[in-house]
């Protein structure tokens, strides 16, 4: 009987340190997991901004695209403008030496 109860004992031990065993086990997968979920969550939250600030820059872009070609078409219709005149007064001029002339 004493042999038994120690025999007992010893597979309660036994159980007892496979038990404790295993749950300490389970704390470092649960810290594993804990500590992979915030570098996930950091990760999205990084992808996240990365996104937001792709998007500010995509419109800041588009709206001085837009600003260069606007300015561009008022220069080329200044350019024209002045051309015109230009055109008109040596058209003018030829005109007055021609006159002068005679």
Do not use: C, F, P, Y
Request: aromatic share 0%; net charge negative.
């Amino acid at each position: 009987m004493a042999e038994e109860r120690a025999r007992w004992q010893q597979q309660r031990q036994a159980l007892d340190a496979g038990m404790t065993s295993a749950a300490e086990a389970l704390d470092k997968a649960q810290t594993a997991i804990k500590v992979k979920d915030a570098e996930m969550k950091a990760q999205v939250d990084a992808e996240r901004q990365l996104r937001k600030r792709l998007a500010t820059l995509e419109a800041e872009a588009g709206a001085t695209e837009a600003g260069l070609r606007e300015a561009v078409a008022g220069l080329q219709s200044e350019l024209e403008e002045a051309a015109s005149r230009l055109e008109a007064a040596t058209a003018a001029r030829e005109a007055a030496d021609a006159a002068n002339e005679r």
